[in-house]
């Protein structure tokens, strides 16, 4: 036997620290073992150390005693045991690497005040640590390991804010209020205090100490002097422990309530105020001032406003128990709230006398009904805790709708007036002069046609000018425009009538010899228009109310307008058609609508279209319809604590607009029931889902009407809304319905099915087509009755005593691709076709479509080139086929026949496999490949049999959800 030697790991521990030292109680996380151990060879690891502790001190001297290596805790020990050691456990070791480190103990020095300690590693045993690779254990050098000796200074307390104080704001006008609140804890030693000093901010009543929840010293109140707290031997905090000190005081100040501000505590100390039970030593604590948190003194805040859950709404006439008003009343954080009223004042244009049983409703709790007026109290009692919520429902009856009279008293709308005058007549002159002689002719020309006079030999210039007077009156190519006359030598031409039109006569005159002839202008001059009369009629803008009466008086002939809508546009259009369309007045004036008035234009100008105009406005009334319902909400309550006031403001909330709910014309829902074949005799089948949507309030539908199009009897009975009607001709009354449509976006589908006629012998014949259609619909929207009249057709459906359904592919092509394909016959598809429980179906044609993929790949078209066998059996079926014919890259439709049809017995199935020749496959695996689906639903035929169609070959395109996939095969 050999016996191998092993060279272990080395651990030796260096000098000990601290020395000998005072420490002050009260030190926290403080060294009280530290030392360098030295590891060699290889790492080991740490297991477990006990320290003896030497000394007087008691054995709760130390808190949060922890083990430390290099900086990281590693270990924790809960306390000295009654041997007097400290000892610490590592789970699992801990690894101590080659080289130096560093292994401490650190505690909190709580008592053992004038008492000494040092911590000793007094044995090799006393430190576990273990070779990292032999596993055995290596015992130390350098021990014993002792510190110095430590003596604990006298005791002391700590004073701060009480962490767990977390209060921001306190009520005014309360007793007993904490205001501050402080920890104080003694370390060392127990430490008495007996003086106490405490500085309120602000003057309050009744300041009074507690510690741990018994009153200390006596009760004061505070008027601007610090206040001293004797304490006598009330207040001993033992070493280690905390005591809380709380300061009470009424928000009071000489017994009137302070109800805002701030308020803190100051809390302070005389000299020497404290005393070390053991060592008897002196203290002041604190040793300086704490401040107290500043507190918000408030008084019971209470906050109301609109429910963001309830919106406004449009509500419907003649409906109980209607929600008018939701809010939510919200209490501060300062103190509880007691709420004692809630008043409900009722606003709006809806007359309060048309409402009844209003009532509130509070956490379910509902108030008596009243008959309401406009303000309205409730009296509560209940308590809102702080910070918390509660809502508030208001409820009343809506009566009914009628009409409410106006009452905003327009003034009459006010008239400008343009007067009318005559206008003045376009003159001109032409004077004669010169020296008179016989036989000369003299002539005065208008607008280019002359009037001439020969002179006599007596003639003078007067003579002259009233010969061409006469001359122009005679001039039928003038005399209806102007007229003349004369006056000494002077000749006077007028226009004869009024106007500017006047002013365009142009004048000139002629003479010869002696004779002098001078026209006062080219043309006639002094010519003015009739003034035509203009007036205007406007309406006061913030006069104007759905309702009021708006009447214009012209020269005695009154025509009214009344307004539809509330602004001045619609009146003054309102006001000018009236005028226009009365034909007395239309005779006389013209209106045109200016939006914020009306002209008023003379059709003649001048005195003679001249006019008198007045106009009034007088209260009308209005539909409720569009009328509204608001309340508003106020609320009384005190603050629990404080008992001051704290109601509420005045909340307006919600607006209800009344209307009469109103039904759209139903749509057909998308997912009503296809076009299909249905089975004679089945009951409550669905054939239409209609959507209804309510209009300004929700609806109740008590009544649906029908109508049946069909060659025969193909409904017997129409059900909706869990009432069932016979169809007596081709119409079907459901009655006694209540179904409820609201007043939202999506409406309200509701679905119709029905029962159908037997097809067959003692039935009606099969393939017979019915059509329901919804005619009527009457329902009530309140108290009020109306009716709907739509003309919405649910899709056709053909009636058959059985049905085929159809499906492509089956076990040989599972996930749609068959078995591989090679030049010769080829499976190309399975048809899967079973008959309704009801009946045996006959199939006739049976349509395939073919597409071919490859270089080559192609089925040629002949005659019966398709075989067709019983997927069970393997048998060849006898059938037809025009010829399917395929070429490459293309695709080919046929229908297969089946000689004498293929009858499928009620509630069978049969599976057909279809065979195609396939030729020009080659190429390498998935290169080529035929792909086979059904071709269009109109070309497969079959027989109702039981519904008496034999040979007569009833199309498929209703067969419900008819096949579209694909089969493929490849090589």
């Given at each position: 036997?050999t016996?191998?030697?092993?060279?272990?790991?080395?651990?030796?521990?260096?000098?000990?620290?601290?020395?000998?030292?005072?420490?002050?109680?009260?030190?926290?996380?403080?060294?009280?073992?530290?030392?360098?151990?030295?590891?060699?060879?290889?790492?080991?690891?740490?297991?477990?150390?006990?320290y003896?502790?030497i000394?007087?001190?008691?054995?709760n001297?130390?808190?949060?005693?922890?083990?430390?290596?290099?900086?990281?805790?590693?270990?924790?020990?809960?306390g000295?045991?009654?041997?007097?050691?400290?000892?610490?456990?590592?789970?699992?070791?801990?690894?101590?690497?080659?080289?130096?480190?560093?292994?401490e103990?650190?505690a909190?020095?709580?008592?053992?005040?004038?008492?000494t300690?040092?911590?000793?590693?007094?044995?090799?045993?006393?430190?576990?640590?273990?070779?990292?690779?032999?596993g055995?254990?290596?015992?130390?050098?350098?021990?014993?390991?002792?510190?110095?000796?430590?003596?604990?200074?006298?005791?002391?307390?700590?004073?701060?804010?009480?962490?767990?104080?977390?209060?921001?704001?306190?009520?005014?006008?309360?007793?007993?209020?904490?205001?501050?609140?402080?920890?104080?804890k003694a370390?060392?030693?127990?430490m008495?205090?007996?003086?106490?000093?405490?500085?309120?901010?602000?003057?309050?009543?009744?300041?009074?100490?507690?510690?741990?929840?018994?009153?200390?010293?006596?009760v004061?109140?505070?008027?601007?002097?610090a206040?001293t707290?004797?304490?006598?031997?009330?207040?001993?905090?033992?070493?280690?422990?905390?005591?809380?000190l709380?300061?009470?005081?009424?928000?009071?100040?000489?017994g009137?309530?302070?109800?805002?501000?701030?308020?803190?505590?100051?809390?302070?100390?005389p000299?020497?105020?404290?005393?070390?039970?053991?060592?008897?030593?002196?203290a002041?604590?604190?040793?300086?001032?704490?401040?107290?948190?500043?507190?918000?003194?408030t008084?019971?805040?209470?906050?109301?406003?609109?429910?963001?859950n309830?919106?406004?709404?449009?509500?419907?006439a003649?409906?109980?128990?209607?929600?008018?008003?939701?809010?939510?009343?919200?209490?501060g954080?300062?103190?509880?709230?007691?709420?004692?009223?809630?008043?409900?004042?009722?606003?709006?244009?809806?007359?309060?006398?048309?409402?009844?049983?209003?009532?509130?409703?509070?956490?379910?709790?509902?108030?008596t009904?009243?008959?309401?007026?406009t303000?309205?109290?409730?009296?509560?009692?209940?308590?809102?805790?702080?910070?918390s919520?509660?809502?508030?429902?208001?409820?009343a009856?809506?009566?009914?709708?009628?009409?409410?009279?106006?009452?905003?008293?327009?003034?009459?709308?006010?008239?400008?007036?343009?007067?009318?005058?005559?206008?003045?007549?376009?003159?001109?002159?032409?004077?004669?002069?010169?020296?008179?002689?016989?036989?000369?002719?003299?002539?005065?020309?208008?607008?280019?046609?002359p009037?001439?006079?020969i002179?006599?030999?007596?003639?003078?210039?007067?003579t002259?000018?009233?010969?061409?007077?006469?001359?122009?009156?005679?001039?039928?190519?003038?005399?209806?425009?102007?007229?003349?006359?004369?006056?000494?030598?002077?000749?006077?031409?007028?226009?004869?009538?009024?106007?500017?039109?006047?002013n365009?006569?142009?004048?000139?005159?002629?003479?010869s010899?002696?004779?002098?002839?001078?026209?006062?202008?080219?043309?006639?001059?002094?010519?003015?228009?009739?003034?035509?009369?203009?007036?205007?009629?406007?309406?006061?803008?913030?006069?104007?109310?759905?309702?009021?009466?708006?009447?214009?008086?012209?020269?005695?002939?009154?025509?009214?307008?009344?307004a539809?809508?509330a602004?001045?546009?619609?009146?003054?259009?309102g006001?000018?058609?009236a005028?226009?369309?009365?034909?007395?007045?239309?005779?006389?004036?013209?209106?045109?609508?200016?939006?914020?008035?009306?002209r008023?234009?003379?059709?003649?100008?001048?005195?003679?279209?001249?006019?008198t105009?007045?106009?009034?406005?007088t209260?009308?009334?209005?539909?409720?319809?569009?009328?509204?319902?608001?309340?508003?909400?106020?609320?009384a309550?005190?603050?629990?604590?404080?008992?001051?006031s704290?109601?509420?403001?005045?909340?307006?909330?919600?607006?209800s607009?009344?209307?009469?709910?109103?039904?759209?014309?139903?749509?057909?829902?998308?997912?009503?029931?296809?076009?299909?074949?249905?089975?004679?005799g089945s009951?409550?089948?669905?054939?239409?889902?209609?959507?209804?949507?309510?209009?300004?309030?929700?609806?109740?539908?008590?009544?649906?009407d029908?109508?049946?199009?069909?060659?025969?009897?193909?409904?017997?009975?129409?059900?909706?809304?869990g009432?069932?009607a016979?169809?007596?001709?081709?119409?079907?009354?459901?009655?006694?319905?209540?179904?409820?449509?609201p007043?939202?976006?999506a409406g309200?589908?509701?679905?119709?099915?029905?029962?159908?006629?037997?097809?067959?012998?003692?039935?009606?014949?099969?393939?017979?087509?019915?059509?329901?259609?919804?005619?009527?619909?009457?329902?009530?929207?309140?108290?009020?009755?109306?009716?709907l009249?739509?003309?919405?057709?649910?899709?056709?459906?053909?009636?058959?005593?059985?049905?085929?359904?159809?499906?492509?592919?089956?076990t040989?092509?599972?996930?749609?691709?068959?078995?591989?394909?090679?030049n010769?016959?080829?499976?190309?598809?399975?048809?899967?076709?079973?008959?309704?429980?009801?009946?045996?179906?006959?199939?006739?044609?049976?349509?395939i479509?073919?597409?071919?993929?490859?270089?080559?790949?192609?089925?040629?078209?002949?005659?019966?080139n398709?075989v067709?066998?019983?997927?069970?059996?393997?048998?060849?079926?006898?059938?037809t086929?025009?010829?399917?014919?395929?070429?490459?890259?293309?695709?080919?439709?046929?229908?297969?026949?089946?000689?004498g049809?293929?009858?499928?017995q009620?509630g069978?199935?049969?599976?057909?496999?279809?065979?195609?020749?396939?030729?020009?496959?080659?190429?390498s695996?998935?290169?080529?490949?035929?792909?086979?689906?059904?071709?269009?639903?109109?070309?497969?035929?079959?027989?109702?049999?039981?519904?008496?169609?034999s040979?007569?070959?009833?199309?498929?395109?209703?067969?419900?959800?008819?096949?579209?996939?694909?089969?493929?095969?490849?090589?």
């Amino acid at each position: 036997m050999t016996v191998a030697s092993a060279n272990l790991a080395t651990v030796a521990v260096g000098t000990v620290s601290p020395a000998t030292t005072n420490v002050n109680a009260g030190t926290t996380n403080y060294t009280i073992w530290s030392s360098q151990l030295s590891v060699g060879t290889r790492s080991v690891n740490l297991m477990h150390v006990s320290y003896k502790v030497i000394g007087s001190i008691p054995q709760n001297a130390f808190a949060n005693i922890k083990l430390f290596l290099n900086g990281t805790q590693i270990a924790t020990a809960s306390g000295i045991d009654s041997n007097g050691l400290i000892n610490f456990d590592v789970p699992g070791g801990v690894a101590v690497q080659t080289g130096s480190a560093t292994l401490e103990v650190r505690a909190d020095v709580i008592s053992g005040s004038n008492r000494t300690f040092s911590l000793s590693l007094q044995n090799a045993a006393d430190m576990i640590v273990v070779d990292s690779n032999y596993g055995v254990n290596v015992a130390a050098t350098g021990i014993p390991a002792t510190t110095g000796t430590v003596t604990i200074s006298q005791g002391t307390v700590s004073v701060s804010v009480d962490p767990n104080f977390g209060v921001s704001t306190v009520p005014g006008g309360a007793s007993g209020v904490i205001v501050s609140q402080f920890a104080l804890k003694a370390y060392g030693e127990d430490m008495k205090i007996s003086y106490l000093t405490v500085t309120p901010s602000i003057n309050v009543d009744n300041v009074t100490l507690y510690a741990n929840n018994a009153q200390v010293g006596s009760v004061y109140n505070y008027t601007g002097t610090a206040l001293t707290f004797s304490l006598g031997s009330s207040l001993t905090i033992p070493a280690g422990t905390t005591v809380i000190l709380v300061v009470k005081a009424d928000t009071k100040s000489s017994g009137n309530n302070i109800a805002t501000g701030t308020i803190s505590v100051a809390l302070s100390a005389p000299a020497n105020n404290a005393q070390g039970m053991s060592s008897l030593q002196l203290a002041t604590v604190p040793s300086g001032t704490v401040n107290g948190p500043s507190l918000t003194i408030t008084s019971g805040a209470l906050t109301v406003a609109p429910d963001p859950n309830f919106s406004s709404q449009s509500i419907v006439a003649n409906t109980s128990n209607q929600k008018i008003g939701s809010y939510v009343l919200q209490a501060g954080s300062g103190e509880p709230l007691n709420v004692t009223n809630l008043n409900v004042a009722l606003g709006g244009s809806f007359p309060v006398t048309s409402l009844s049983n209003l009532y509130t409703s509070v956490n379910g709790v509902n108030a008596t009904p009243i008959n309401p007026a406009t303000n309205n109290n409730f009296p509560v009692s209940f308590v809102l805790a702080t910070s918390s919520s509660q809502t508030v429902g208001i409820y009343a009856d809506i009566g009914s709708m009628g009409t409410i009279a106006n009452t905003n008293n327009p003034t009459d709308p006010a008239a400008t007036t343009t007067a009318a005058a005559n206008g003045t007549v376009a003159t001109g002159t032409v004077t004669v002069s010169g020296t008179m002689t016989a036989s000369t002719s003299t002539s005065v020309t208008v607008n280019g046609y002359p009037s001439t006079y020969i002179t006599g030999g007596s003639d003078t210039t007067t003579t002259v000018a009233t010969a061409l007077a006469g001359a122009v009156n005679s001039n039928t190519n003038v005399n209806g425009t102007v007229s003349a006359s004369a006056t000494g030598g002077v000749i006077t031409i007028s226009a004869k009538v009024a106007g500017t039109a006047g002013n365009s006569v142009t004048l000139t005159a002629t003479s010869s010899g002696a004779i002098v002839l001078t026209p006062s202008a080219g043309t006639l001059l002094g010519g003015t228009a009739n003034a035509t009369q203009v007036m205007t009629v406007t309406p006061g803008a913030s006069n104007v109310a759905v309702g009021n009466v708006f009447s214009v008086t012209i020269n005695s002939t009154t025509v009214n307008y009344t307004a539809t809508v509330a602004t001045v546009a619609n009146v003054t259009a309102g006001l000018a058609s009236a005028i226009n369309g009365n034909s007395t007045l239309s005779s006389v004036v013209t209106a045109s609508n200016q939006s914020t008035y009306v002209r008023v234009t003379a059709n003649a100008s001048g005195t003679a279209g001249a006019f008198t105009i007045t106009a009034t406005a007088t209260n009308g009334s209005q539909s409720a319809s569009g009328s509204t319902i608001q309340t508003t909400l106020t609320v009384a309550a005190t603050g629990k604590i404080s008992n001051s006031s704290a109601n509420s403001s005045a909340v307006a909330g919600q607006i209800s607009t009344l209307g009469s709910g109103s039904l759209n014309t139903p749509t057909l829902v998308s997912d009503s029931p296809v076009s299909q074949f249905v089975v004679g005799g089945s009951t409550n089948n669905p054939v239409a889902d209609y959507n209804f949507v309510s209009n300004n309030g929700s609806s109740v539908i008590t009544e649906m009407d029908f109508t049946v199009t069909s060659a025969s009897t193909t409904v017997t009975s129409v059900s909706v809304g869990g009432q069932s009607a016979s169809v007596v001709g081709s119409t079907s009354t459901v009655t006694g319905l209540s179904i409820s449509v609201p007043m939202t976006y999506a409406g309200m589908n509701v679905p119709v099915s029905v029962n159908y006629n037997t097809v067959g012998l003692g039935g009606i014949p099969s393939n017979q087509t019915a059509t329901v259609t919804l005619t009527t619909v009457k329902y009530n929207s309140g108290n009020t009755s109306l009716t709907l009249t739509p003309s919405v057709a649910a899709n056709a459906m053909t009636l058959v005593s059985s049905k085929p359904t159809v499906t492509l592919g089956g076990t040989q092509f599972p996930n749609g691709t068959g078995p591989k394909m090679v030049n010769g016959q080829v499976l190309i598809a399975q048809v899967y076709v079973g008959a309704d429980s009801h009946g045996p179906v006959n199939l006739e044609h049976l349509p395939i479509s073919v597409s071919a993929t490859g270089a080559s790949t192609t089925i040629s078209s002949s005659a019966n080139n398709l075989v067709v066998k019983d997927d069970s059996n393997g048998q060849t079926l006898t059938t037809t086929n025009a010829g399917l014919g395929v070429a490459i890259g293309g695709n080919g439709t046929d229908a297969v026949a089946f000689t004498g049809g293929y009858q499928i017995q009620a509630g069978q199935s049969k599976t057909f496999d279809i065979y195609a020749t396939v030729s020009g496959v080659s190429g390498s695996s998935g290169t080529t490949s035929v792909t086979s689906k059904l071709g269009s639903a109109s070309l497969l035929t079959w027989d109702d049999v039981n519904g008496g169609t034999s040979g007569n070959g009833i199309t498929g395109s209703l067969i419900y959800n008819y096949p579209t996939n694909t089969l493929t095969v490849s090589n």
